[in-house]
């Protein structure tokens, strides 16, 4: 079916249509007007994260938490019809008026607080060590421009290292983790309380330990975040979850390790592969957040292992 038959179908077949600015993914998103309604067209490969979301969407919805409804779908097609959550993007207020991130991060915060008093949601893929360790492991497939290759000698130590790192946490209840939870997917919207929060991109969610998404939103690869914003919303998120501070700046540091070697990875690979060279310029910040995560000692051997590419490429 085509996107023309799809919104014949759904009777948008008159709505104007305006391309948006894509992500990282192959997705591709247009929003329609028409008459004074206006909705978002999701446009996804055939690789099952259409129907994930519609089925994640709706798990979140149930749950209190604003995920787009979605008013009609192809999902087997990669075609769906949402809620159009508008434009005003966390981020971008955020770079317009700094004063307001605090509050904004506050009730990003505060989403993911409320996530963690819920089951995490059934039929999800479980993220444990082995699946953190070997989508680090992305790492090692891509260089990024005028920086030698990683020496594959050290992968399958990193790869020990991070999975021992992982052990103690795999024990730990997980949570829905929404995987890609930063300012750029969240938007602001009218509603009070957290349904002031529009949740995107989060097909490829998972079960996985509660410090992941915190340390996706806080560690973003996309903007800074102010150091004190970081600071007070982790300071947030353990004190209204009753986790012991120790163990889980631990785990916040080993998965924020993991997201960076994997986001690195990614990063060299949409330059090399797929000619998306602007996202080479947020590496340096990737990389800083990655030698201030090694810093903790529950990673001691984890940076052991990684000294030789972090001297090489100084």
């Known amino acids: 079916m085509t996107p023309t038959e799809f919104l014949t179908i759904a009777g948008w077949q008159n709505a104007a249509l305006t391309p948006m600015t894509g992500d990282a993914s192959a997705r591709h998103y247009a929003r329609l007007?028409?008459?004074?309604?206006?909705?978002?067209?999701?446009?996804?490969?055939?690789?099952?994260?259409t129907p994930a979301f519609q089925k994640i969407a709706r798990y979140l919805r149930?749950?209190?938490?604003?995920?787009?409804?979605?008013?009609?779908?192809?999902?087997?097609?990669?075609?769906?019809?949402?809620q159009d959550f508008g434009d005003q993007r966390f981020a971008d207020i955020a770079d317009a008026d700094?004063?307001?991130a605090p509050r904004l991060y506050q009730l990003a915060t505060d989403v993911l607080i409320h996530l963690s008093r819920l089951p995490a949601m059934a039929g999800l893929p479980v993220y444990d060590g082995k699946t953190m360790a070997d989508q680090a492991m992305l790492f090692f497939d891509w260089a990024l421009p005028d920086q030698p290759m990683p020496d594959l000698a050290l992968?399958?130590?990193?790869?020990?290292?991070?999975?021992?790192?992982?052990?103690?946490?795999?024990?730990?209840?997980?949570?829905?983790?929404?995987?890609?939870?930063?300012?750029?997917?969240?938007?602001?919207?009218?509603?009070?309380?957290?349904?002031?929060?529009?949740?995107?991109d989060f097909q490829d969610a998972?079960?996985?330990?509660?410090?992941?998404?915190?340390?996706?939103?806080?560690?973003d690869a996309r903007r800074d975040v102010d150091p004190q914003i970081e600071q007070d919303m982790t300071f947030r998120y353990m004190a209204e979850t009753d986790h012991d501070s120790t163990d889980f700046y631990?785990?916040?540091?080993?998965?924020?390790?993991?997201?960076?070697?994997?986001?690195?990875?990614?990063?060299?690979?949409?330059n090399a592969r797929d000619g998306k060279a602007r996202y080479l310029a947020f590496a340096p910040r990737v990389r800083a957040n990655l030698e201030r995560n090694l810093q903790h000692p529950h990673l001691s051997?984890?940076?052991?292992?990684?000294?030789?590419?972090?001297?090489?490429?100084a």
């Open 301 to 313: 051997e984890t940076a052991r292992v990684l000294t030789p590419w972090l001297e090489a490429t």
């Open 250 to 270: 631990a785990a916040y540091a080993l998965y924020g390790t993991a997201r960076a070697l994997r986001i690195l990875g990614i990063f060299a690979r949409l």
């Open 33 to 49: 007007t028409d008459h004074g309604r206006s909705a978002i067209l999701m446009q996804a490969p055939d690789d099952g994260s």
């Open 98 to 100: 700094p004063t307001a």
């Open 206 to 219: 998972m079960q996985a330990h509660p410090a992941y998404d915190l340390v996706s939103l806080l560690q």
């Open 155 to 200: 992968k399958e130590p990193l790869r020990k290292a991070l999975i021992t790192a992982a052990r103690p946490f795999d024990r730990q209840q997980r949570v829905t983790m929404l995987r890609d939870y930063h300012a750029e997917n969240l938007m602001l919207r009218s509603e009070t309380g957290l349904a002031a929060a529009g949740l995107l």
């Open 62 to 82: 149930l749950n209190g938490l604003a995920a787009p409804t979605i008013y009609a779908g192809q999902p087997d097609q990669g075609l769906l019809l949402i």
